[in-house]
């Protein structure tokens, strides 16, 4: 696989991956002389378009020809007009949009050789070596199966004078690398695929919008959505909406479930509850290999449980509408990277795929992933589902193990052991919210309550921060006190932006030990990480803090440390990305206007820099990157140059609310409409507390039920390892005082302990934070601005800076 690889090679779930070059350095122009073509095939999914444009960009910024392949296989067999070449200012504007701006379409005549000699003859005319690939299994492994004939094809064009001897030497081999574009998630070797976020947020939105009309009327409803193959849609929205049952293709129901389903949704409607939702994937089957449809379910609940039954598919309606911030995020950066693998290519490197691992981009071979994602069909074919289940990795595993957990969940009654003795653990586990309000807080509440009751303990859930531990607002909550939790954003047991120390340890202390507290889960942004730390330095004067801790990090700002991602940072993004769209909208037929956005994120640029990737902002100023008047006196010549010359009409510029006490938003609107007058209007607008609202992502909803269903087994545990004789809990090791984070792919506790030295606690930062490094470059190269340099090295955060000082 070539040098790098060889330097770069590991394993994720049995499947080769490369690291990909993101974030390191790339001279521009470095490429000059090299063509390459980007096609889009099969099925359409949101965030193609980013993709096409990542790729023209990055393409460009290296020096290539790039070329647009309309139509798919379709139009490099008829060549013509449907061959064209791309240009900087014609990826303008497309990002946003859903679908495919270049068209896709099925071919037959692709799959015979004639069709491939036609396409072969074509891309030979412009000098085309290099094809970027978006599409689906079916469509990478055509693309593999030309790259495989390319010589017989060139030397058949040849022997019938249709190429030159000079063009048969210069195309004498071609280099493929894909890019999955799918909103079924159905490809092995990637955690997502591009359109599948996309996909669920029109899910969860129908979802959402037909458990209003469902429990008006009492009615049940199911739901049939995509996924003929793969469950994954199915599975992660009935996560995401509290379904009462999913059916999917790769785990299907035991014998008898008809009436285990009637049970549980009798169940439902026993304990208060108006609605019920069953959520079916369209590729649904019994065990026996039998299809279930959504009007068998349907049919099933009328008959046996009279519940007034309608059933909804979803259809199209899921490949439709604009791409989340997420599949613009993607698809940016596996577009980028695409072009990067391309261009380190030798004739003898095998085609790849550019995947997501975690937070990195990485290449993975194209034909051992296309063959795993077929074994995962034939395993089920076979009904050996188990084997289906762990080919589709290890999200799709977690995912699933969550959902079986909850479904088998039932209200506690009295929980008794074989003799009959009540035996509830008589402990009581604490939740509570600290810090500012952010989009999945309440569907961790709900995962922590459910898990934490049908274990036995009592859970309290303290409202409105330390001011309800204080002041006596401190109520146990019940089964059906958090139904329907998932779905609303903000924090539903209150919140404040607050620190335990502020209010006195030893307040706190003695309000925790008057509770008879045995385990605090607390959710929330910076303030949480920062009380819980505080609490648990305080061990050895204070008895009551000697409990097990967990914080989940739930912040917009995605400023805490120990995780990659925080909850309510992708429902911001989101939030954000819709508000630009709108923004920029808002100019059409307004000629050349600029727009100055101010973000919320304190002193942490993430937002400001990810929603700038996915709004197509020609800059984002963050406090961790600096910058100055120099800086600012080059984006405005940039957009001059931008508007004038390339004919782009609007312009976008986001800065982090904290980003420069000195260049305010104030400051830097007043000097762009001042040094662009004559070329350029500008606008300012502060966006506020518009990015902590709306409703939950589907990300933010599963991954808050992960995250509290996991706190909970690991609070037990460390209740249970530190349970006294005389039944007091003494839990006073560092381990049992933790910060739950993803890292990777990984969910870890993390002792706060080990935090402590890799936090900057003036500005509430971490002082290492992986997005600076690989996304900062790309931003900078999609905009187009002159004499980059594609690396992170000249990135340092202040934090940096000020200890080179001290050096």
Not at 584 to 613: D, N, P
Request: aromatic share 6%; charged share 25%.
């Amino acid at each position: 696989m070539g040098e790098h690889s060889r330097e770069h090679l590991s394993r994720k779930d049995s499947i080769w991956i490369q690291t990909g070059r993101e974030g390191q350095e790339l001279d521009a122009g470095s490429a000059t002389g090299k063509s390459l073509g980007v096609f889009t095939s099969g099925g359409d999914s949101q965030g193609m378009n980013s993709a096409v444009r990542a790729v023209v960009r990055m393409g460009s910024f290296l020096g290539c020809k790039v070329y647009y392949i309309k139509e798919g296989y379709q139009g490099m067999v008829d060549g013509g007009d449907h061959i064209i070449e791309a240009s900087w200012a014609s990826s303008s504007g497309i990002m946003q949009k859903g679908g495919t701006v270049i068209g896709s379409a099925r071919c037959a005549d692709f799959r015979q050789r004639e069709g491939r000699l036609k396409a072969a003859k074509n891309l030979i005319d412009k000098n085309i070596t290099n094809l970027v690939v978006i599409g689906g299994d079916g469509s990478l492994t055509g693309a593999n199966l030309f790259r495989q004939e390319w010589n017989s094809l060139l030397d058949e064009l040849k022997a019938t004078d249709r190429i030159t001897d000079e063009q048969r030497k210069s195309c004498s081999s071609i280099n493929i690398v894909g890019m999955v574009g799918s909103i079924d998630n159905d490809f092995c070797g990637t955690d997502m695929t591009i359109g599948t976020d996309s996909a669920l947020h029109r899910i969860i939105e129908s979802v959402d919008s037909i458990s209003t009309t469902a429990s008006s009327h009492q009615r049940a409803f199911v739901l049939e959505v995509m996924g003929r193959h793969c469950g994954y849609l199915a599975l992660v929205a009935a996560l995401a909406t509290e379904a009462d049952w999913v059916l999917i293709p790769e785990c299907p129901p035991d014998k008898g479930w008809e009436k285990t389903l009637c049970k549980k949704l009798s169940a439902e409607r026993e304990m208060g509850l108006r609605l019920n939702i069953v959520i079916i994937a369209e590729g649904a089957i019994d065990i026996e290999g039998n299809p279930i449809t959504a009007n068998m379910v349907k049919d099933l609940i009328t008959n046996e449980l009279k519940y007034d039954t309608r059933v909804t598919v979803l259809g199209h309606v899921q490949r439709g509408g604009k791409p989340t911030a997420f599949d613009r995020i993607l698809g940016a950066r596996m577009g980028a990277e695409a072009v990067l693998a391309l261009m380190d290519a030798k004739p003898d490197t095998p085609a790849c795929v550019v995947s997501l691992d975690g937070n990195q981009t990485v290449r993975v071979p194209l034909m051992e992933c296309v063959e795993r994602t077929k074994s995962v069909q034939e395993a089920m074919n076979k009904k050996n589902f188990q084997e289906a289940v762990r080919l589709r990795g290890k999200s799709f595993q977690n995912n699933l193990a969550t959902y079986l957990r909850l479904s088998k969940l039932r209200p506690p009654k009295v929980m008794c052991d074989p003799t009959g003795q009540v035996c509830s653990s008589g402990k009581k586990l604490a939740v509570m919210n600290i810090g500012a309000p952010a989009c999945g807080a309440n569907a961790a509440v709900r995962s922590f309550v459910r898990f934490a009751l049908t274990k036995g303990y009592t859970v309290l859930g303290i409202h409105d921060s330390f001011d309800g531990l204080l002041y006596g607002d401190v109520k146990p909550i019940g089964w059906t006190d958090v139904h329907g939790w998932t779905c609303q954003g903000g924090s539903l047991l209150g919140t404040k932006k607050c620190t335990a120390a502020r209010y006195g340890l030893d307040k706190v202390a003695e309000k925790l030990k008057e509770h008879d507290i045995s385990g605090l889960l607390i959710i929330g942004g910076f303030e949480a990480y920062h009380s819980a730390l505080q609490m648990a330095e305080a061990r050895s004067k204070y008895d009551a803090f000697c409990i097990p801790m967990v914080v989940i990090p739930c912040t917009i700002s995605n400023n805490v440390p120990g995780t990659d991602f925080s909850l309510g940072a992708d429902t911001a993004l989101n939030e954000i990305a819709d508000i630009c769209d709108r923004i920029k909208q808002s100019a059409t037929g307004t000629k050349r206007r600029v727009f100055i956005v101010e973000v919320m994120g304190g002193y942490c640029g993430y937002l400001a820099t990810m929603a700038g990737l996915a709004g197509g902002a020609d800059a984002a100023y963050i406090y961790e990157d600096p910058f100055n008047i120099t800086n600012l006196r080059d984006d405005v010549v940039h957009l001059k140059n931008k508007i004038i010359q390339l004919g782009v009409q609007r312009g976008l510029i986001l800065r982090n609310e904290n980003a420069n006490a000195n260049y305010t938003t104030d400051f830097i609107h007043q000097m762009f409409s001042e040094e662009g007058k004559g070329s350029f209007t500008c606008r300012k607008n502060v966006l506020g507390h518009m990015q902590q609202g709306g409703v939950p992502s589907p990300f933010d909803r599963n991954y808050g039920t992960k995250m509290a269903s996991k706190a909970v087994d690991y609070m037990i545990t460390k209740v249970e390892e530190n349970t006294t004789e005389d039944g007091k809990i003494k839990s006073c090791t560092k381990d049992s005082a933790v910060l739950l984070g993803m890292c990777r792919r990984q969910l870890l506790f993390t002792p706060l302990e080990d935090l402590r030295g890799i936090t900057d606690f003036e500005k509430r930062l971490p002082k290492q934070q992986w997005w600076l490094s690989l996304v900062r470059p790309l931003l900078r190269i999609m905009t187009k601005h002159s004499n980059e340099t594609y690396r992170a090295d000249a990135i340092l955060t202040n934090v940096d800076l000020e200890d080179d000082d001290n050096a």
